[in-house]
Nanobody, 116 residues
């Protein structure tokens, strides 16, 4: 399984960014894709996730500002994270994650920097 994240960048507070994560390989059809982030000086934390069935979960800090969506295909899934009204505290490295059964996969991080 491979995960490829993209879409990070430098924006000003109040602006938007859209992250993408493309997952390919031998992926069980029942799975959960997620975005985590690691902010400077903090541990990695869950931002949002979405199951293959469409159930979503958001961190309180991003509720109402961020939204996730997915495109599902056999052995290829793409997850998007639409980030609106970005704040400087959203700055960090964002990681894509995919898990199913006992497996847990991570993509490379993509940097998001929000200037004030």
């Amino acid at each position: 399984v491979q995960l490829q994240a993209s879409g990070g960048g430098l924006v000003q507070a109040g602006e938007s960014l859209r992250l993408s994560c493309a997952a390919s390989g031998n992926i069980f059809r029942i799975n959960v894709m997620a975005w985590y982030r690691q902010r400077p000086g903090n541990e990695r934390e869950l931002v949002a996730d979405m199951s293959s069935g469409g159930t979503t979960n958001y961190a309180d800090s991003v509720q109402g500002r961020f939204s996730v969506s997915r495109d599902n295909a056999k052995n290829k899934y793409t997850m998007y994270l639409q980030m609106n009204s970005l704040k400087p505290e959203d700055t960090g490295v964002y990681y894509c994650n995919l898990r199913f059964t006992r497996y847990n996969f991570w993509g490379q991080g993509t940097q998001v920097t929000v200037s004030s």
